[in-house]
């Protein structure tokens, strides 16, 4: 079977990169994960990577200042070095320029904390609790030059509960992200495939 050469871009941990690991484990699964790119140079998920065999490297955006741009200009050079054809941002911490996000149009997915379009950016669980909200959640999206703002590819609902704090939201919808991401990234790269 066919499967679709992915590159995952983490900036920590990369436990939503675990989770799209160990999906692609499974022979069936249409997507491999074929590279790990960081742009921090200590992110823990590199070595996570490269214990489970997969290509993993820093590509530091420190190095160039404000110039988003030549960052990126350098990551998709590596991203087509590779032979990728479908990108996943895993806690990528970074906003993307135009050049990088129309380079990957409808081949670049994120995952977000929360339902969007509610609560795009940072601090999802905080700002879910504070307006009284029933469910917070997880959405993957294709990634556009909006930030947070690309067509929805799925959702899960998380329900707030009473005494909810951000992290313990965060740890729920955690794992609804873990079980999400790589269902939505399966059906995208079956999308690439057909």
């Known amino acids: 079977m066919s499967r679709v050469r992915t590159a995952v871009l983490i900036s920590g941990r990369g436990s939503n990169m675990e989770a799209l690991i160990a999906a692609a484990a499974d022979p069936a699964c249409p997507f491999e994960v074929a590279l ?16 489970a065999g997969i290509a993993a490297e820093a590509i530091a955006h420190h190095p160039f200042g404000k110039d988003r741009e030549a960052h990126e200009r350098v990551l998709d050079t590596r991203l087509r070095s590779a032979g990728v054809e479908l990108v996943a941002l895993a806690g990528y911490m970074r906003v993307l320029t135009p050049f990088l996000v129309r380079a990957w149009a409808g081949r670049m997915v994120n995952i977000h904390p929360s339902l969007l379009p ?3 950016g940072l601090h999802t669980h905080e700002r879910a609790i504070a307006a009284g909200d029933s469910h917070g959640g997880c959405t993957v999206h294709l990634v556009t030059e909006g930030v947070d703002e ?26 609804e992200e873990h079980r999400l991401y790589p269902a939505c990234l399966a059906d995208r790269a079956r999308s690439l495939l057909a």
Do not use: F
Request: charged share 20%; no cysteine; hydrophobic share 45%.
């Open 118 to 120: 509610l609560y795009p």
């Open 150 to 175: 690309g067509p929805i590819l799925g959702q899960a609902r998380v329900p707030i509960l009473p005494g909810d704090t951000a992290d313990s939201l965060a740890a729920r919808v955690l794992v």
């Open 36 to 51: 790990v790119l960081a742009n921090r140079e200590d992110a823990p998920g590199l070595e996570t990577a490269a214990r």
